[in-house]
């Protein structure tokens, strides 16, 4: 699955997002309630799955 920020930002869970510590195959359920959007800062409810 993968989840975009209003900003353009895509989170995939396949690749995860190792540069800000989360693992290829990390869930986005099991992505920390604290994740903010590595580009404009943005907290998990800001995105949407895609």
């Known amino acids: ?3 975009e920020c209003f900003c ?3 989170y995939d869970e396949t ?3 190792p540069d800000n510590g989360i693992t290829a195959g990390t869930k986005w ?3 920390p ?3 903010t ?3 404009c800062g943005a907290g998990k ?3 949407t799955e895609v």
Request: with cysteine; hydrophobic share 35%.
């Open 1 to 3: 699955m993968k989840y």
């Open 8 to 10: 353009g930002y895509v």
């Open 15 to 17: 690749t995860g997002d």
């Open 29 to 31: 359920d099991d992505v």
């Open 33 to 35: 309630d604290d994740f």
């Open 37 to 39: 959007c590595p580009l």
């Open 45 to 47: 409810d800001a995105f």
